[in-house]
């Protein structure tokens, strides 16, 4: 029975790999890690405005301007909608369709472009109806600001009802949502008002997204390094009887308890024993099986990654060619599967000697369902 990864060329898109900026103003040369990245070939970025508190954004801006980067050449990724709210309050002041559009200038004019071609709330909030969010940020698209709109931690049930709402009264859907998935499910919320779509009772969910033509821009897909580090939080060294402690919202304890409590469980560390395993098998690290199982799922899913060192650029861009096989992939979240199985299916996501040209995803991109992939637009 198969347990492996497969390399076919050009199976995963490049524009799938997104490169995140979530923590580009902590490190020693953010400028250089943007030209690293650039130069490895990533043309897909994801900011935010409260990133660094304003400076993922800014510094961006810096870099589009001083190394005469090519708009044209990349694809910008920007979140807002939270005002300056760091930790996703939902108690934050309530957002008004004045407070948007000048978010959205704001971002802008940060970042020194006249357009963003995906933006995205950057939380939801249920004091707001859908039709709210709808109607004010297709007044932003209309201006040509925006080319495209989706959201980042919305609930499936919240998403639907946006999309359905648009689509009811003549307006742009949104494209996109960016949720946390994971090889290693959260247990709990990981941090607050974000959702997870990591479980396997999200199955269904994921299928009608890829159904809608709705990107999943999938964030902490490496469960802050747990699904990176072999050694990291040892099962053995984490203790439990800490993770309800009270703590400082925002300081150090905090951020790992909300981690450790999330990820650090029984059945992730089984997950993790298996992908380390299948890493050893294949010559690859176990970042890079951790990064495969979300690309493997499903062509209208990418992934982002962030990194102070451009070696991990140079392992990320080699997700081009690679995915794991379906045996792999059931073994890898479902215990049981090798006890119930006694036939091998055949590996899913595999392309015999792929030479199709690479494509960005594109908004509105129809199912097949025979073959498991998206048929996409071919790009401008």
Same mark, same amino acid.
């Given at each position: !029975? ?22 580009? =103003? ?7 890690? %943007? ?13 935010? @405005? ?27 990724? /920007?979140?807002?909608?939270?005002? !300056? ?57 209309? /201006? ?13 049930? @919240?998403? @639907? ?29 990981? &941090? ?18 890829? =159904? ?6 999938? &964030? $902490?897909? %490496?469960?802050? *390094? ?6 990291? &939080?040892?099962? $053995?060294?984490?203790?439990?009887? /800490? ?11 905090? +951020?790992?308890? +909300? ?10 560390? +089984? @997950? ?23 690309? /493997?799922? *499903? ?32 073994? %890898? ?35 097949? #369902? #025979? ?10």
């Amino acid at each position: !029975m198969p347990f492996s990864v497969q390399r076919n060329k050009n199976v995963n898109s490049i524009h799938r790999i997104v490169f995140g900026t979530a923590a580009l =103003s902590q490190a020693e040369d953010p400028l250089g890690m %943007l030209d690293a990245a650039y130069e490895k070939g990533v043309r897909r970025f994801d900011l935010a @405005r409260t990133y660094g508190m304003g400076a993922s954004e800014r510094i961006f801006g810096e870099w589009l301007s001083s190394r005469g980067i090519d708009r044209d050449s990349i694809y910008l990724i /920007t979140k807002g909608g939270i005002g !300056m709210d760091k930790y996703g309050d939902p108690d934050r002041p309530l957002l008004n369709k004045d407070n948007l559009i000048a978010e959205v200038d704001l971002s802008l004019s940060t970042l020194n472009v006249q357009d963003v071609n995906l933006y995205m709330f950057h939380r939801d909030d249920d004091r707001l109806d859908v039709s709210n969010f709808v109607d004010w940020i297709n007044t932003i698209v209309e /201006t040509g600001k925006i080319k495209r709109w989706g959201v980042s931690n919305w609930s499936f049930e @919240r998403f @639907r009802a946006a999309h359905s709402y648009a689509i009811e009264n003549g307006l742009v859907p949104p494209s996109a949502n960016s949720p946390q998935f994971s090889l290693a499910a959260p247990a709990c919320d990981v &941090w607050p008002s974000t959702q997870s779509i990591s479980q396997p009772h999200h199955a269904a969910e994921i299928e009608w997204y890829e =159904s809608h033509g709705v990107e999943l821009l999938c &964030w $902490e897909v %490496l469960a802050k *390094g747990f699904m990176a580090k072999e050694e990291l &939080w040892r099962q $053995e060294d984490v203790n439990k009887s /800490t993770f309800n402690l009270p703590v400082e919202k925002g300081s150090n304890e905090w +951020r790992l308890q +909300r981690i450790q409590k999330a990820y650090c469980n029984e059945e992730n560390y +089984r @997950r993790r024993d298996l992908a380390i395993r299948l890493a050893h098998d294949s010559g690859l690290k176990l970042a890079q099986i951790a990064m495969l199982y979300p690309l /493997t799922k *499903g062509k209208h899913i990418s992934v982002i990654f962030g990194s102070s060192k451009s070696h991990h650029i140079d392992d990320m861009v080699e997700l081009q060619h690679f995915n794991i096989d379906n045996t792999a992939m059931r073994l %890898l979240v479902d215990p049981n599967f090798m006890k119930n199985s006694l036939l091998a299916p055949k590996p899913q996501f595999v392309m015999e000697n792929a030479v199709h040209r690479v494509q960005p995803f594109k908004a509105g991109a129809v199912s097949n #369902r #025979r073959t498991k992939t998206v048929s996409f637009v071919k790009s401008d």
